[in-house]
């Protein structure tokens, strides 16, 4: 029982243990049923108002507890509802993520085609590319994003290689293009989705589309990339060239 219940119950059943003390023992019943109506009517009046003021006072107290109780369910019942959408676009995130490093793989896939091609150095023939393409979608989506990301480190001594690889065509200028927008796309989703930024964070700096994208970005920008790809030196130690 609650408190405030029982200290009205207490008070009432005093207040009554008095009241008809003083009614038999002073006024005496006798008396007090020869009374006129009206007076019996004012003594009762002025004998239960404080009463009913008390359990008034009790029950505006016991409808604040309950308002209170009610917000803190509802408050509760927000932060499940709230957990349990962040859950489901993660759910949705992660079956998105999966397709986009399909489409990040095969934009990297006819970039590394033309770069490493016949219309490129040559290094690898058409059917060379089916078969690795083959492998990629089977198992492997970043596969050729790693073979991008290799060139970029087998490369980036020589001067203007990274510029050639990246933008040196049309054709290699809108697969980088391509390529940055899906990404952007695909990290905006994970900045909706991760409140404390660990999923974002993996992508860009973890992940092999997250390198490639940043290299991208440094190439455009005609910055130092070794930072990105393990390499200590600082853009004051790189080779300078005439």
């Avoid at 200290?7 to 038999?24: H, K, M, S």
């Avoid at 023992?25 to 002025?46: K, Q, R, Y």
């Amino acid at each position: 029982m609650d408190w405030r219940i029982a200290f009205g119950l207490g008070v009432t059943t005093t207040w009554i243990t008095a009241g008809l003390f003083y009614l038999l023992g002073i006024v005496g019943w006798n008396n007090f049923l020869t009374l006129p109506t009206a007076d019996i009517g004012s003594f009762l009046e002025g004998a239960f108002a404080p009463l009913a003021f008390l359990w008034l006072v009790i029950g505006h107290f016991m409808q604040q507890k309950e308002i209170t109780a009610n917000t803190r369910a509802i408050s509760i019942q927000e932060r499940s509802a709230r957990r349990l959408e962040v859950h489901s676009q993660r759910d949705s995130y992660f079956k998105l993520h999966d397709m986009v490093q399909s489409q990040l793989g095969s934009i990297a896939g006819f970039h590394y085609m033309s770069v490493c091609g016949p219309t490129g150095t040559g290094e690898i023939t058409g059917e060379e590319f089916a078969e690795q393409r083959n492998h990629a979608a089977a198992s492997d989506p970043s596969w050729f994003v790693r073979k991008m990301i290799r060139l970029a480190v087998e490369n980036r001594d020589v001067d203007g290689a990274l510029q050639d690889i990246f933008f040196g065509t049309d054709i290699r200028a809108r697969h980088s293009a391509n390529f940055s927008r899906a990404f952007r796309k695909l990290q905006t989703n994970a900045e909706a989705v991760d409140t404390d930024e660990i999923i974002a964070d993996a992508l860009l700096n973890g992940s092999a589309a997250g390198i490639l994208y940043r290299v991208i970005l440094h190439v455009q920008a005609d910055e130092e990339i070794g930072s990105l790809i393990g390499d200590p030196r600082t853009a004051e130690d790189s080779p300078q060239t005439d």
